[in-house]
């Protein structure tokens, strides 16, 4: 029978009972990069003191997309689904917002900002197209930090999905005395998602 040295029985057994993927350096890093995805998690929001808090659900089809809001964030519940052309905001409660700017519609139904438009490309690692960005990466290759449009973005965790591909778990956001963290459950591509045709 084939023996092993003492120092190597404890690597492997190591190596077997692990589960998460290890990155090595050098090793190119895959973020989710695909135009029809899904993301599922939840976001916290605070400023001046008061602080909010739901679930969220983004599906997103190339430029189309759907977010689903619910809890105390979404005063109850909260839709958001557009396009190139036009938005629409449908809360639980009230008549719906409708009109071409996204970020503005979603401050004036909230009462404060949440720049969704960036979070489509923050989400996944990546800063928005169109403007200037500083972006910092950990020793891993993945993004550790990201500044752009006044906010400042913290990538305090990454998770593998099951299609190989890296993405932030948590991420906090901060833009003067408003605080976001998000915490990503999910987030796989889902080619050819359902997203409804309103703002195609």
């Known amino acids: 029978m084939r023996r092993f040295p003492a120092a190597v029985l404890p690597a492997l057994l190591l190596a077997g009972c692990s589960t998460t993927p290890v990155h090595?350096?050098?090793?190119?890093?895959?973020l989710v990069d695909c135009p029809d995805?899904?993301?599922?998690?939840r976001i916290g929001v605070r400023r001046a003191g008061e602080g909010w808090h739901g679930t969220l659900v983004w599906r997103q089809a190339g430029l189309r997309?759907?977010?689903r809001?619910?809890?105390p964030l979404g005063q109850g519940g909260l839709e958001v689904e557009g396009?190139?052309?036009?938005?629409?905001?449908?809360?639980a409660q009230g008549r719906p917002l409708t009109g071409h700017d996204l970020d503005a519609l979603v401050a004036r139904m909230l009462g404060w900002s949440l720049p969704v438009?960036?979070?489509?490309?923050?989400?996944?690692?990546?800063?928005?197209?169109?403007g200037p960005a500083h972006l910092a990466r950990d020793r891993g290759g993945r993004p550790r930090s990201l500044r752009q449009q006044g906010w400042v973005l913290h990538?305090?965790?990454?998770?593998q999905n099951g299609q190989g591909a890296w993405y932030p778990a948590r991420i906090r956001a901060a833009r003067g005395a408003l605080r976001v963290r998000l915490v990503v459950r999910?987030?796989?591509c889902r080619p050819q998602q359902p997203v409804g045709p309103w703002g195609s």
Do not use: C, N, Q, T
């Not at 995805?37 to 998690?41: D, F, I, N, P, R």
């Not at 438009?117 to 169109?130: I, K, T």
């Not at 990538?155 to 998770?159: E, H």
């Open 155 to 159: 990538y305090d965790r990454w998770a």
């Open 65 to 67: 997309y759907h977010l």
């Open 37 to 41: 995805w899904e993301l599922v998690g």
């Open 69 to 71: 809001l619910e809890g």
């Open 24 to 30: 090595r350096a050098g090793m190119p890093v895959r």
């Open 117 to 130: 438009s960036g979070l489509r490309f923050w989400v996944r690692g990546r800063p928005a197209p169109g």
């Open 83 to 91: 396009g190139p052309k036009a938005v629409r905001i449908r809360p």
């Open 186 to 188: 999910r987030l796989l």
